[in-house]
């Protein structure tokens, strides 16, 4: 049986958030939970997307393994939940990993490829738009630069990332394409260690090793303001193309705002949240990031 999420992984209790079974439309969800090796999708069954993906990283043992390329099913699960090849042929949306290939990969060498070809089941995959921009690259980057923040716990993280579910997500050959993705970061810091930025030195003597995070959301929608969207929505839909969607933004947000958002209660990551507290100060809530330095950790 595979591992799965691991609560217990870090140096601090980190629970699975688990969404509250309703979606943003009010109408009830319902929710799998599928265990692969080294992490954990929540697929909700009726967007035929994961609503949630959980995993632990082993920063000091990733394995290298090949990469492959098989998308393949997940047999546990009926077909029809979930968004499967027919969804991204012959058109230019990317299969985007939500767990990243790479993140299980580590453990014994037999562990480590099993992670490596579970992260290829389309239940882990998510439609994203194939032209992303500079925010492709600040995205992805996200895990390791909190990785080389977090090298005091010897690179271990356990990271959280799904889509944003609305009702208003276009609709392309039966599944709603998200326009906004999110991912939270989770490690653990001794509690008398205090920073106050991604440069920023330890202070304090080590006591208890307390649950530390940080949230981001990656925004593919349209610029607010574009009288044509709706137009070109259908346009695009008829001719069998994926909508059309916008610049790529990349913000740190209040791990509070994405719980809400994403209807998934997670208050140790919320009490985790070392971010809120100075943005409320500055009478902000959400900062957009345009490089990993703007990071607050």
Known sequence: MPSGFDPAFLDAPCPLPVPDGQGADGTSRLIRHL?????????D???????????????????????????????????????????????DLDRGHLVRRRDPVWGAPEVARRANSDTFAYTNAAPQA??????????????????????????????FTGPVFAPTDA????????????????????AGT???????????TASTPRLRAAGFLLDQSPQLGDLDLDEARASALARDEPPPLGPFRTFQAPIADIAALVHAPMPDLVAADGYLAPLRAAGRRWTRLDSLTQIRL
């Open 194 to 204: 205090a920073t106050s930025s991604t440069t920023g030195t330890g202070t304090g």
């Open 35 to 43: 265990d692969y090796e080294h992490f954990t999708v929540l697929l």
């Open 130 to 159: 194939a032209g992303f921009n500079q925010s492709k690259e600040l995205w992805n980057g996200l895990e390791d630069h909190v990785l080389a923040y977090a090298d005091a716990n010897d690179l271990r993280l356990s990271v």
């Open 45 to 91: 069954a009726d967007r035929r997307l994961a609503a949630l993906t959980a995993v632990n990283i082993d920063g000091g043992t990733l394995a290298d393994v090949p990469r492959g390329d098989d998308w393949h099913l997940d047999e546990r699960v009926p077909a029809d939940e979930q968004a499967g090849p027919a969804l991204y042929a012959r058109n």
């Open 171 to 190: 609709v392309y050959r039966g599944i709603r394409i998200p326009e906004r993705f999110w991912k939270i970061a989770a490690w653990t810091a001794d």
